[in-house]
Structure formats: structure tokens, C-alpha cells
Antibody, heavy 120, light 108 residues
Framework: EVQLVESGGGLVQPGRSLRLSCAASGFTFDDYAMHWVRQAPGKGLEWVSGISWNSDSIGYADSVKGRFTISRDNAKNSLYLQMNSLRAEDTALYYC?????????????WGQGTLVTVSS | SYVLTQPPSVSVAPGKTARITCGGNNIGSQSVHWYQQKPGQAPVLVIYYDSGRPSGIPERFSGSSSGNTATLTISRVEAGDEADYYCQVWGSSSDHPPFGTGTKVTVL
């Protein structure tokens, strides 16, 4: 059974940093691309970033480009999101999502999310 | 950027058919995926590549796409189908996989 468990969320002041982690199990992690998708309170889904199976291909939403960095450690079956210069508008539930393939196709499985609140 | 437009809400009586549209420029030439999100839960994939159905998703869920509109159809609607539904496209013309605006399905 595919399991994706996010961690690292919390309350952080504007301008500070936070690092999210996603622990994956139940599948061959380095066969699949992975993504972060977020959802602000009461709002819709927004893709944040994606990374191919071997980290060769990485993409970011315009809203986070230059501030967020996605990475993965295939040896540890883990996905990360380093978030710098956080803003109030980054407040959201952040989901880790497994792609259906090694590239970018669709979000086949989702974790339960970790909440990030940016507030002074 | 590519914009996907969905109706904010759809209401349907139990046992009837719900149709949720997703409008986008020439969306029929793209691959469309659909997600169901129940309150307080993570999204779940219900349709992939326009009309594919993941294992565990009831046959009552089906999808189609043509021209500027993709459609998710839920037949014989049940109370448990009440949720938000999002379409998603990742076409070759974009590096970003936009989601639709979302549709809240209410079962009367």
C-alpha cells in the first residue's frame, strides 16, 4: 500500500524558513516523479513544485519560484521542500503527491498533508 | 497561463446523474484528470487520461473530453459522492499542471 507521510509544518513568522519532508513507502520511490501541492484554507488546489525520479527535471509555480527548493533523497525514500522568505499567502495545507510515472503525468496518490501557517 | 473553468456548484438528487464540466481552450487535445476531495480529506484520483478509472473507483464515475470541454459524469449518485471535484491538465504547452477552480457537488 502506498503511504506518503508529510511532516515539518507549523507556525512560522513572515520572512522565516521551514523545511517540509515526505516519507514514502509501499512503492519503489526512485521509479516515480514526486510533487508538492498546496491548498489554502477554503481554497482550491495549487501545484507548488515537482521533481522527476532522478532530480533531472524540476519545476516550480511562479508564486514560489526563487523562494522554494524541492529535493529528494532516493536512498531515504524521502521528498523535501525547503521554503524560504515565507509570506502570509503561503499559509496552506501542503500535500506530498506521487506521480503515476517517472516524468510528470498526474497525481496518483496523495498524503494527508502538513499545515503551514505564516503569521506574526 | 492555461485556465480551467468549472461551475462552483452542482446539485443532484440521489440516484440521478451529475455532470461536472471543465472548460479550457482546446482541452480536448490535452489529457484531463479528475480528483475528488471530501471534507477534511486529501484528494483522491477518480479519472485519469480523460476516461481511465483507477482500481477501487466505482464504474459510476466516467469521463470524456472534446473541444473546449471535459466532463466528469457520476451516475446513480449516492450521498457519499458529496465532495469537491477538481479537473487537472498537464499539456505539452505548459510546465505547470493547472487545476480547475473546483466544483462542489451537493446531494439533495
Amino acid at each position: 500500500e502506498v503511504q506518503l507521510v508529510e511532516s515539518g509544518g507549523g507556525l512560522v513568522q513572515p520572512g522565516r524558513s521551514l523545511r517540509l519532508s515526505c516519507a514514502a513507502s509501499g512503492f519503489t520511490f526512485d521509479d516515480y516523479a514526486m510533487h508538492w501541492v498546496r491548498q489554502a484554507p477554503g481554497k482550491g488546489l495549487e501545484w507548488v513544485s515537482g521533481i522527476s525520479w532522478n532530480s533531472d527535471s524540476i519545476g516550480y509555480a511562479d508564486s514560489v519560484k526563487g523562494r522554494f527548493t524541492i529535493s529528494r533523497d532516493n536512498a531515504k525514500n524521502s521528498l523535501y521542500l525547503q521554503m524560504n522568505s515565507l509570506r502570509a499567502e503561503d499559509t496552506a495545507l501542503y500535500y506530498c503527491a506521487k506521480d503515476s510515472g517517472s516524468g510528470w503525468t498526474y497525481f496518483q496518490h496523495w498524503g494527508q498533508g502538513t499545515l503551514v501557517t505564516v503569521s506574526s | 497561463s492555461y485556465v480551467l473553468t468549472q461551475p462552483p456548484s452542482v446539485s443532484v438528487a440521489p440516484g440521478k446523474t451529475a455532470r461536472i464540466t471543465c472548460g479550457g481552450n482546446n482541452i480536448g487535445s490535452q489529457s484531463v484528470h479528475w480528483y475528488q476531495q471530501k471534507p477534511g480529506q486529501a484528494p483522491v484520483l477518480v479519472i485519469y487520461y480523460d476516461s481511465g478509472r483507477p482500481s477501487g473507483i466505482p464504474e459510476r464515475f466516467s469521463g470524456s473530453s472534446s473541444g473546449n470541454t471535459a466532463t466528469l459524469t457520476i451516475s446513480r449518485v449516492e450521498a457519499g459522492d458529496e465532495a469537491d471535484y477538481y479537473c487537472q491538465v498537464w499539456g505539452s504547452s505548459s510546465d505547470h499542471p493547472p487545476f480547475g477552480t473546483g466544483t462542489k457537488v451537493t446531494v439533495l
